[in-house]
C-alpha cells in the first residue's frame, strides 16, 4: 500500500477549490458596528487604546451609521457617553440624554435600512461605574436596577430603537424588559440578550471609550471566565423570559461557549469581538508583528465557525470594505 493513501491537500490545490469547500463565510450582512457617541461635542474624538475608533459627535454618528447602512452591516449598536454621571445614572432614562437622542438621530436618518440597536445598561451613566444602582452598603441592587432598566428600555423604543441590548447580567432583565416593552406598545421591539457575558480584563480600552472609572469590578453579576455550562444556563434563561437573540461575550477566549450556546438554543446566536480584543490585534499589526488585514478576517472567520449567527466588531465597516475588495 502506497502511504499516504489520503491526501486532504487535494482540496487545497487551488484557490478555485479552496473557495468551493470552504465551510464559512464571513457577510456585511452578519455584523454589527459598535459606536459611541459622546455628549456635548461637536468633533470625534479618538479613543487612543482603540486605534482607529472615536468617540462620535451626533452629527459624526449619523453619517457613519448611513455609511454602515451602504456597507449592508446587518446593525449598529450604540453606547452613550453622557457629560455628566451621577449615583441612579439618571442620564440613561432622561429621554433628553445622549443615547435616547442619539437613537432618534440615527433612525430619522436610516429608517429600517439596518437594525439600530442600544446598549441597556447603567454603566456608561454612573459615576461609580457599575451597570446598576447601589444598596446602602454599596451593592449592585439588582432588583431596583430592574426598574431603571424597564424605564430605559421604555425611552429607547420611543426614541425608535429596533433592538434593545441589555448587557448588566442582572437576574430577570430581559423578563423586566419584555414586559415593560409590551406594556408601552412596543412589541415589535426585539431583545438582543447579552447572555453569557463574562467578567473579563480584555473590556480594559472600553472603559476610556466611555469614560467609565469602574471602582471595584463586576465580579458579582459578569460570569466566572472558568464557567462553561453557566453560560449556557444563562441563555437558556434569557430565552425563556423573552430574549429573541443571546449573546456571547468576549468572543476569542470563549469560543467554546459561542458552540455550546448554539448547540443549546433555537435563537440566532451573536458573539461580541470587544475592545481588547480589537486593540490587542491592532497594537500587534502596529509594530509589524502581525498581517493586520488577515487576521481580522481569520478573527471574524473563527467567531462564525464556533457558531456565532452574527458578531459584533468594532471592524464591522472595514472587513466589510476588505469582504467586497
Ligand atoms: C456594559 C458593556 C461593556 C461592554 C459592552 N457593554 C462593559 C462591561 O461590561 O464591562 C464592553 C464592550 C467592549 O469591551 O468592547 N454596558
Known amino acids: 500500500m502506497q502511504i499516504p493513501t489520503v491526501r486532504p491537500r487535494r482540496l487545497r490545490a487551488t484557490p478555485a477549490v479552496r473557495a468551493m469547500v470552504s465551510e464559512t463565510a464571513v457577510q456585511p450582512r452578519q455584523l454589527v458596528l459598535p459606536m459611541f457617541v459622546r455628549e456635548g461635542i461637536t468633533e470625534p474624538v479618538p479613543i487612543a487604546s482603540m486605534p482607529g475608533v472615536v468617540q462620535h459627535s451626533r452629527d459624526s454618528l449619523v453619517a457613519a451609521a448611513v455609511e454602515a447602512a451602504e456597507l449592508g452591516l446587518g446593525g449598529v449598536m450604540l ?5 455628566r454621571k451621577d449615583a441612579t445614572g439618571s442620564g440613561a432614562l432622561d429621554p433628553s440624554g445622549i443615547l435616547n437622542v442619539a437613537i432618534r438621530d440615527v433612525v430619522a436618518e436610516v429608517g429600517d435600512s439596518i437594525t439600530v440597536m442600544s446598549d441597556l445598561c447603567l454603566d456608561e451613566f454612573t459615576d461609580h461605574g457599575h451597570c446598576g444602582v447601589l444598596d446602602a452598603r ?91 455550562v453557566e453560560g449556557v444556563r444563562e441563555a437558556l434563561l434569557d430565552i425563556a423570559q423573552g430574549a429573541d437573540m443571546v449573546m456571547v461575550k468576549p468572543a476569542m477566549g470563549f469560543l467554546d461557549v459561542v458552540r455550546r450556546v448554539r448547540d443549546a438554543v433555537d435563537v440566532p446566536v451573536a458573539a461580541y469581538n470587544i475592545s481588547g480584543e480589537y486593540s490587542m490585534v491592532e497594537a500587534a499589526a502596529a509594530n509589524g508583528w502581525i498581517d493586520r488585514e488577515a487576521a481580522i478576517l481569520e478573527t471574524l472567520t473563527s467567531i462564525r465557525r464556533a457558531g456565532a449567527d452574527v458578531v459584533l466588531t468594532y471592524w464591522a465597516a472595514e472587513a466589510a470594505r476588505l469582504l467586497r475588495a
Do not use: C, W
Not at 79 to 83: I, L, R, S
Not at 154 to 164: D, K, L, Q, T
Not at 176 to 186: G, K, N, S, W, Y
Open 79 to 83: 453606547f452613550g457617553v453622557p457629560e
Open 138 to 228: 454599596g451593592r449592585v441592587d439588582n432588583d431596583a436596577t430592574l426598574e431603571a432598566y424597564a424605564e430605559m428600555a421604555r425611552a429607547h423604543a420611543a426614541a425608535g430603537v429596533h433592538m434593545v441590548g441589555p448587557s448588566g447580567m442582572m437576574d430577570g432583565q430581559v423578563a423586566v424588559i419584555r414586559e415593560a416593552l409590551d406594556a408601552a406598545e412596543h412589541d415589535d421591539v426585539s431583545i438582543l440578550a447579552y447572555s453569557a457575558k463574562y467578567a473579563s480584563a480584555f473590556y480594559g480600552p472600553f472603559r476610556e471609550a466611555v469614560d467609565s472609572s469602574l471602582e471595584g469590578d463586576r465580579r458579582t453579576y459578569q460570569q466566572d471566565p472558568g464557567n462553561g
